[in-house]
């Protein structure tokens, strides 16, 4: 059964910066310590995305660091927060596809996973550039890389959701070609679940007839309303992660709240 840890919107910023107070540095240390206590056998630990804050080399290097001390192997997407040129600079190790966007297959026995660069840009204009596209480049990348899972089911993994979740600020900057999304996964029927970032808030549901998850963010989360229209607005709430399984049966989506889930637990 493969075993899958998701971390998304991570924020990093240079040393000696706060995002509402908060330390995204120490916020994803003590995920990531977290991870390499109670799921060190993980197959992966899959970033999907906003790895920054502003984009900038120091951040990059703080978060490569971090990712250096993870036990199991890690695979990375970038989101609207990022520069994939900066991005690629600094994590040399990460290979792109054969047209320069942060994307890859990986094979285990039973299932396909598939991490897609949702960027929408250059250029870097903002804010549309915080929307969520997949060219003509990348539908044709994910088209062929559905045809040849070979009968695996296949996991998708993308910064921006795919569709509206019912915030209202978020959804105006979600992936901007929704129909073309989905239009290509319908025809080749093989995902199973598509897994997503930005929203910052725990979200789970179906839509289309396949089931979907976003997850929480190591560092500030969504405030709850919906209908907020500053999609900047943050609140402290636990430090979060994701932890998949697939089973013979099909999937199972855990959601980590590790500030808590931490502590010694007791007999209630």
């Given amino acids: 059964m493969t075993k899958l840890i998701v971390f998304t919107d991570l924020h990093m910023v240079p040393e000696g910066t706060t995002i509402i107070g908060l330390d995204p540095y120490q916020r994803l240390l003590a995920g990531i310590e977290h991870v390499n206590r109670y799921h060190a056998d993980a197959d992966r630990v899959i970033f999907t995305g906003d790895l920054t804050h502003r984009a900038d080399t120091m951040s990059y290097e703080r978060l490569r ?147 979907f998850s976003i997850f929480k963010s190591p560092v500030h989360q969504q405030p709850m309303p919906f209908d907020a229209p500053n999609a900047s607005l943050s609140v402290d709430e636990p430090a979060a992660y994701g932890i998949v399984v697939v089973t013979e049966e099909g999937l199972q989506v855990h959601h980590e709240d590790y500030e808590i889930a931490r502590r010694d637990s007791e007999i209630a």
Avoid at 104 to 119: E, K, M, Y
Avoid at 194 to 208: L, P
Wanted: net charge negative; with cysteine.
């Fill in 65 to 211: 660091e971090l990712i250096s001390l993870l036990v199991p192997p890690a695979a990375i997407t970038i989101g609207n927060h990022d520069y994939r040129e900066r991005f690629l600079e600094t994590f040399t190790h990460v290979a792109p596809d054969e047209n320069g966007f942060v994307q890859q297959a990986i094979d285990f026995d039973d299932c396909r996973v598939v991490l897609l660069d949702t960027l929408f840009a250059p250029p870097y204009d903002y804010p549309m550039s915080h929307a969520g596209y997949l060219c003509e480049t990348r539908l044709a990348w994910l088209d062929r890389t559905l045809s040849s899972a070979g009968g695996r089911p296949v996991l998708l993994f993308m910064h921006h959701p795919p569709h509206k979740t019912g915030f209202t600020g978020m959804d105006a900057i979600r992936l901007g070609n929704e129909d073309a999304f989905y239009e290509l996964v319908l025809k080749h029927g093989n995902v199973r679940h598509i897994f997503a970032g930005h929203v910052h808030r725990t979200i789970g549901g179906s839509h289309r007839g396949i089931s």
